[in-house]
């Protein structure tokens, strides 16, 4: 992975206006959202910068930027600001054309809009069962409703007979599906996958893709930051 700066915090100055030629993206080294935006940027090759930001500790310049305070943030060298992460994937999809991640049918775009809205009512599942664990809770019901909705998602690959979610090709679907895959052992629930043969096969091409090993941590990274933000203290700058 290539280097990634420091986060910046409240008493950080604000940045310059961005350079022509790039575009900046304001980001957290393991905000799973901000990698969305990572990734697209790095699979379409968009020149950019990345301005980390420490979460717990935003500068006042940022907020005014996106006043919910949330990452990604892109913002182009004529001050334009996009934010939300599957908002600024369209938006890049869009702004650079040259490789498309998107399909052309308009059918298929619909298909992956519904894969990403019922993956929209996954994610949740994810946190709440790698903090309950954390905390000593009971998360058999949540592991449960996590295995049966992760299993639809099983299902439409074994019935599109794919490799990946939009083709036998990646394609913008999977890369906004896989941050919380790539920490599903880390987050408790890699044994939920044990009956989606389908969606394990899936797991394991998204390992092999340059753009996937470009912008990951390791499992061990992911669980350290895990770990200290569940002590309310997020080591956001761990590791460099």
């Not at 996009?82 to 908002?87: D, L, N, R, T, V």
């Not at 592991?143 to 007979?161: D, I, R």
């Not at 896989?178 to 920490?183: A, I, K, S, T």
């Not at 009956?195 to 090993?213: A, G, H, S």
Request: proline letters at 8%.
């Amino acid at each position: 992975m290539a280097p990634s700066p420091k986060c910046q915090g409240k008493a950080c100055p604000a940045p310059g206006p961005v350079p022509d030629g790039l575009i900046r993206l304001y980001s957290m080294r393991f905000c799973p959202f901000a990698q969305r935006a990572r990734l697209v940027l790095t699979a379409k090759g968009v020149k950019h910068e990345i301005i980390n930001i420490n979460l717990k500790d935003k500068p006042d310049w940022f907020l005014e930027k996106n006043p919910s305070g949330t990452v990604p943030v892109l913002e182009t060298s004529s001050g334009q600001v996009i934010y939300e992460s599957p908002i600024t994937c369209e938006y890049l999809e869009e702004a650079f054309p040259e490789k498309k991640l998107l399909p052309s049918d308009p059918f298929e775009r619909a298909q992956q809009k519904m894969v990403l809205e019922h993956y929209s009512k996954v994610i949740p599942y994810f946190y709440k069962i790698s903090m309950g664990k954390k905390r000593g809770e009971d998360v058999s019901a949540a592991e449960v409703e996590f295995t049966e909705k992760v299993s639809q998602l099983n299902e439409f690959l074994a019935k599109k007979k794919t490799k990946y979610f939009g083709g036998d090709s990646i394609t913008m679907i999977d890369y906004l599906i896989w941050p919380w895959f790539e920490r599903a052992e880390m987050m408790g629930v890699k044994h939920c996958l044990a009956n989606t043969p389908e969606l394990r096969k899936w797991i394991e091409c998204m390992f092999e893709d340059p753009v996937v090993k470009a912008t990951m941590f390791s499992t061990e990274v992911h669980k350290v930051f895990f770990n200290s933000y569940m002590d309310g203290k997020p080591n956001y700058d761990h590791g460099l």
